[in-house]
């Protein structure tokens, strides 16, 4: 009877239940609900799931299931491509927007002057040239290859020189071009390949690919998920465009940021894009979050405005993981602005909205944000422009990408 | 042919632009118009992810003449561009100006035609006459 009734609950409710995995807590959201817990190191991720959520998640059929995580810690990548404004730029859009985290990026013409990572390397990516140009890449290229500590190469540059990399680079996998011969980008291939590689990497991860015991659904990467709720955030939120997005976790800290705020010589078909700051989080990268904080010539004068001392960084309190937050989201504003020469800069003073959302929201009140920011812009751009602050309090931005996601499937 | 061609720095003129493309390609070029508001590292990276054998930049609000002085700094970092021909054209300087100076001054920048508020065809005529002479011997 029992049986009966489940099966029947579980066909007529035919929505999704939503579940995202990250480095230190996951949540659990129904169409009528969401829950967060922090995870228990010492249990697998599932046991610890259902030991939590195990009523919730047995409502449900596999294949209404959809999950993401971000607690594999992502795939990293290094790029080598011919310049940095087109090849390596169009090479780390797509990696980002995949929700792939980038180590280091490489102009083929210099790549003698480049030291060899330690660490290894998820995925090497080969870019350059439009297809009818060719002979660019050498073998410096591939002897440089062979002593990378790397577990996947993906060649997506001019078809010349495919199939003399194909035979001396070992393992290649060449995809379409992601330079068109107009010089825009394109994005599927790579962004395909990429994504399954993620996959992948979860399927290999004794922790998490037992999660496929209550799926029947891919699952995704977080940052990958949440870029699908972007174009959505204006009819749920309170934002006015262009805005950043920012998700300060544990161990990493996305930005997802309007086009419009760069000046960009990308065209894509949307609107947002993503860039990661892979040693800026609260808790498995405090020590980096500190070290980083400490050489900020202007952190000491903010820990002053927030009326504590450096003292606090030693310090193992609920105080001090809210101004830790408060440092991240400080910091994470200078790595965007002209003060630091990353990436990616922002024009910060045509942003119109601020949105936050992570377990950071969960810590901080909006005027905890809001000294922070503006002491941001008084210090740092002399100006008392003011973005409008969101705080995303309930995880509605990712519960919108992973419906969004779900609906697109 | 390839050229990569394109407005420098902070200028909008957009009309000139498509007008230097339509011409361009009306001569046969296979033209990468990289448009308005275009960076000089743009430029050379665009000239090296296509192969192109012809840069020419176009400038109408003096905006060339700031950063024409950066152009021999930064094109020896490229490794690859020693036989890309260097063009510029539109009005060079702030106001009218006169050629006899400004001429000299952007060759000595390092580019290899200059064409000062001269008309469009005829830059493009001293373009391929140029071309004939020195990539072609």
Same mark, same amino acid.
């Given at each position: 009877?029992?049986s009966?009734?489940?099966?029947?609950?579980?066909?007529?409710n035919?929505?999704?239940?939503l579940?995202?995995?990250?480095?230190t807590?996951?949540k659990?959201?129904?169409?009528?609900?969401?829950e967060?817990?922090?995870?228990?190191?010492?249990?697998?991720?599932?046991?610890?799931?259902?030991?939590?959520?195990? !009523?919730?998640?047995?409502?449900?059929? #596999? /294949?209404d299931?959809? &999950?993401?995580? $971000?607690?594999?810690g992502? +795939?990293?990548? *290094?790029?080598?491509?011919?310049?940095?404004?087109?090849?390596?730029?169009?090479?780390?859009?797509?990696?980002y927007?995949?929700?792939?985290?980038i180590?280091?990026?490489?102009?083929?013409?210099?790549i003698?002057?480049?030291?060899?990572?330690?660490?290894?390397?998820d995925?090497?990516?080969?870019?350059?040239?439009?297809?009818?140009?060719?002979?660019?890449?050498?073998?410096?290229?591939s002897?440089?290859?062979?002593?990378l500590?790397?577990? !996947?190469?993906?060649?997506?540059?001019? #078809? /010349?020189?495919?199939? &003399?990399?194909? $035979?001396?680079?070992?393992? +290649?996998?060449? *995809?379409?071009?992601?330079?068109?011969?107009?010089?825009?980008?394109?994005?599927a291939?790579?962004?395909?390949?990429?994504t399954?590689?993620?996959?992948?990497?979860?399927?290999?991860?004794?922790?998490?690919?037992?999660?496929?015991?209550?799926?029947?659904?891919?699952i995704?990467?977080?940052?990958?998920?949440?870029?699908?709720?972007?174009?959505?955030?204006?009819?749920?939120?309170?934002?006015?465009?262009?805005?950043?997005?920012l998700?300060?976790?544990?161990?990493?800290?996305?930005?997802?940021?309007?086009?419009?705020?760069?000046?960009?010589?990308?065209?894509?078909?949307?609107g947002?894009?993503?860039?990661?700051?892979?040693?800026?989080?609260?808790?498995?990268?405090?020590?980096?979050?500190?070290?980083?904080?400490?050489?900020?010539?202007?952190?000491?004068?903010?820990?002053?405005?927030?009326?504590?001392?450096?003292?606090?960084?030693?310090?193992?309190?609920?105080?001090?993981?809210?101004?830790l937050?408060?440092?991240?989201?400080?910091?994470?504003?200078c790595?965007m602005?002209?003060y630091?020469?990353?990436?990616?800069?922002?024009?910060?003073?045509?942003?119109?909205?601020i949105?936050?959302?992570?377990?950071?929201?969960?810590?901080?009140?909006?005027?905890?944000?809001?000294?922070?920011?503006?002491?941001?812009?008084?210090?740092?751009?002399n100006?008392?422009?003011?973005?409008?602050?969101?705080?995303?309090?309930?995880?509605?931005?990712?519960?919108?990408?992973?419906?969004?996601?779900?609906?697109?499937? | 042919?390839?050229?990569?061609?394109?407005?420098?720095?902070?200028d909008?003129?957009?009309?000139?632009?498509?007008?230097?493309?339509?011409?361009?390609?009306a001569?046969?070029?296979?033209?990468?118009?990289?448009?308005v508001?275009?960076?000089?590292?743009?430029f050379?990276?665009?000239?090296?992810e296509?192969?192109?054998?012809?840069?020419?930049?176009?400038?109408?609000?003096?905006?060339a003449?700031?950063?024409?002085?950066?152009?021999?700094?930064?094109?020896?970092?490229?490794k690859?561009?020693?036989?890309?021909?260097?063009?510029?054209?539109g009005?060079?300087?702030v106001?009218?100006?006169?050629?006899?100076?400004?001429?000299?001054?952007?060759?000595?920048?390092?580019?290899?035609?200059v064409?000062?508020q001269?008309?469009?065809?005829?830059?493009?005529?001293?373009?391929?006459?140029?071309?004939?002479?020195?990539?072609?011997s």
């Amino acid at each position: 009877m029992s049986s009966t009734s489940e099966t029947n609950t579980k066909s007529q409710n035919n929505e999704n239940l939503l579940i995202d995995i990250g480095s230190t807590y996951f949540k659990v959201s129904t169409p009528d609900s969401i829950e967060q817990h922090f995870r228990d190191f010492n249990k697998l991720i599932l046991d610890d799931l259902m030991h939590k959520c195990g !009523n919730t998640i047995e409502r449900f059929d #596999a /294949k209404d299931i959809r &999950i993401c995580s $971000s607690a594999n810690g992502g +795939l990293s990548a *290094l790029i080598i491509g011919l310049t940095q404004s087109y090849s390596l730029k169009y090479a780390t859009n797509i990696a980002y927007n995949s929700g792939i985290n980038i180590i280091d990026s490489i102009v083929f013409q210099n790549i003698e002057d480049y030291s060899i990572p330690s660490d290894l390397i998820d995925v090497v990516i080969v870019v350059g040239a439009i297809d009818s140009h060719g002979n660019v890449f050498d073998n410096r290229l591939s002897d440089y290859i062979a002593k990378l500590n790397y577990s !996947n190469v993906v060649y997506v540059g001019n #078809a /010349k020189d495919a199939s &003399i990399l194909e $035979s001396s680079v070992n393992r +290649l996998v060449v *995809l379409p071009n992601i330079i068109d011969n107009r010089l825009h980008i394109v994005e599927a291939p790579l962004k395909e390949y990429l994504t399954n590689l993620y996959q992948q990497d979860i399927e290999g991860k004794e922790d998490i690919k037992h999660l496929y015991d209550i799926t029947g659904n891919q699952i995704f990467s977080t940052p990958f998920v949440v870029n699908k709720a972007l174009p959505l955030l204006q009819t749920s939120f309170s934002i006015t465009d262009p805005f950043i997005l920012l998700d300060i976790g544990g161990a990493t800290t996305d930005v997802h940021y309007s086009k419009d705020l760069v000046t960009d010589n990308i065209v894509t078909e949307h609107g947002h894009d993503r860039i990661v700051f892979k040693k800026l989080g609260v808790f498995k990268s405090r020590q980096s979050l500190i070290f980083t904080a400490e050489k900020n010539e202007y952190a000491y004068e903010l820990l002053m405005h927030l009326k504590v001392t450096e003292k606090i960084y030693e310090e193992q309190s609920e105080r001090a993981t809210k101004i830790l937050m408060q440092l991240a989201i400080f910091l994470v504003l200078c790595e965007m602005s002209h003060y630091r020469n990353s990436n990616v800069t922002l024009k910060l003073l045509s942003m119109n909205s601020i949105v936050f959302t992570g377990g950071i929201t969960k810590v901080l009140k909006k005027e905890d944000i809001q000294t922070v920011v503006t002491f941001f812009y008084r210090k740092l751009l002399n100006s008392d422009h003011k973005p409008a602050t969101v705080i995303d309090i309930n995880y509605d931005i990712w519960t919108l990408g992973a419906r969004q996601h779900a609906t697109c499937q | 042919m390839k050229v990569v061609t394109g407005v420098i720095g902070n200028d909008i003129h957009v009309v000139a632009n498509r007008l230097m493309d339509l011409s361009l390609n009306a001569r046969g070029y296979e033209v990468f118009n990289l448009g308005v508001n275009t960076y000089l590292e743009e430029f050379f990276d665009a000239a090296v992810e296509t192969g192109a054998e012809i840069l020419l930049i176009s400038s109408l609000n003096g905006e060339a003449e700031g950063w024409g002085r950066e152009v021999k700094l930064l094109k020896a970092k490229y490794k690859s561009l020693d036989n890309l021909t260097m063009m510029i054209g539109g009005n060079l300087t702030v106001g009218s100006g006169n050629a006899e100076d400004i001429v000299p001054r952007f060759k000595n920048y390092g580019f290899d035609l200059v064409c000062h508020q001269v008309d469009l065809n005829t830059g493009l005529d001293m373009l391929e006459e140029y071309m004939r002479e020195n990539k072609h011997s």
